[in-house]
């Protein structure tokens, strides 16, 4: 039978994502809009803007999909959305639309989860993982570590007891006076820094559980940013020298990228599992990859990771996550 098509919306936090995927998992056409610049002068997400936002795009976004794709709505065979996790009236802007275009199409609506897009994002690179495998998921919102049996069957061995692997990159950045989204510019700088220079935790590294805990390390960087700056209250006018700043941002991804690494592989050994796949937004950091790569090579582990522009929130990990589960189970159309 000829392959089904699955029109999928991703509307969680602050990109507008849309893509057409077909049951054999090919992406036919894909579209972004990353409110980002919208958000920066204020430092971080503001929801009612986001939700706003989304309602703006999702039209023109599908319409550039059909167009990419030279598909016509009536081509669609089902239409997917993020149900959750998220912020409630972004999601509530998704799933509204979604939701009134299938029934207007008289099509079903395959609901998917955020995490779960963003799991099986690894399995549209060239190079593709099969199952089993132990999954890192490192996101703004999120970490865990899951062993993945198969498609659907997801179990967690263990998350972040508080501030996501992104949000502590996020929040540490906007302490020592970097743009939002602090991630990318937070490891940008670190690249210039020297990663010994401060001794800083890692937290839970010696746990024997694979949760993790970021918040610790992030007061540990704003004590030492205080120190340097030379004031005993934490402020928002805290001057660093260009150099100390690098150190700090090298010395703080060090420290967390070295907890996710030996969490990751331990988990990995534990669930005897051959395959490690990384996924979500911190997946894109460069040093992660780097050493996480090095770490699982030494004990025959091969990495998976997303690529960069699919690291971050999309619509083709949603679209091709429903087209999986449409493929497994066709009495999705009925
Ligand atoms: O997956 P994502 O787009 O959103 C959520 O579902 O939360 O991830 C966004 C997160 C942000 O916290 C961002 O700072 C982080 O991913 N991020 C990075 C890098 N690129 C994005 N963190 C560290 N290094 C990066 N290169
Ligand atoms: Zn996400």
Redesign the pocket.
């Given at each position: 039978a000829a392959p089904q098509l699955v029109l999928g919306f991703e509307s969680?936090?602050d990109?507008t994502g849309v893509a057409l995927c077909t049951t054999e998992g090919t992406i036919l056409g894909q579209a972004l809009h990353s409110q980002i610049a919208m958000h920066k002068d204020y430092g971080g997400v503001v929801p009612e803007l986001a939700s706003r936002d989304h309602i703006r795009r999702l039209i023109p976004l599908m319409n550039q999909v059909l167009a990419q794709s030279g598909k016509t709505l009536q081509d669609v065979d089902a239409i997917a959305v993020t149900t959750g996790p998220g912020l409630p009236g972004a999601l509530m802007a998704g799933t509204a639309f979604a939701t009134s275009l299938a029934m207007g199409l008289g099509k079903p609506v395959i609901p998917v989860h955020?995490l779960e897009g963003?799991l099986l994002s690894p399995l549209l690179s060239a190079t593709s993982p099969e199952f089993p495998f132990t999954a890192l998921l490192v996101?703004?919102?999120?970490s865990q570590l899951m062993a993945v049996q198969t498609l659907g069957q997801y179990t967690l061995l263990g998350e972040t007891l508080d501030d996501?692997a992104?949000?502590a990159?996020?929040k540490t950045a906007k302490m020592i006076g970097l743009p939002y989204?602090?991630?990318?510019a937070?490891?940008a700088l670190a690249e210039r820094g020297d990663p010994t220079r401060f001794k800083l935790p890692r937290p839970m590294l010696h746990s024997g559980d694979f949760n993790f805990s970021f918040s610790g390390l992030k007061t540990a960087v704003l004590t030492t940013a205080m120190k340097l700056a030379g004031v005993a209250q934490p402020s928002e006018t805290m001057v660093l020298n260009p150099q100390d700043k690098a150190d700090l941002c090298a010395s703080f991804q060090a420290a967390i990228v070295d907890v996710l690494v030996k969490k990751s592989i331990a988990a990995t050994r534990e669930s005897q599992h051959q395959r490690l796949v990384v996924a979500?937004?911190?997946g894109?950091?460069?040093l992660l990859r780097t050493q996480l790569t090095e770490a699982a090579s030494k004990r025959g582990i091969q990495v998976y990771f997303p690529e960069l522009s699919l690291?971050?929130?999309n619509g083709a990990m949603i679209a091709f996550a429903a087209a999986l589960r449409l493929k497994a189970n066709p009495k999705l159309l009925n």
């Open positions: 969680s936090c990109e955020h963003h996101s703004g919102g999120h996501a992104g949000e990159f996020d989204p602090g991630g990318p937070l490891s979500g937004g911190v894109a950091n460069r690291c971050t929130d």
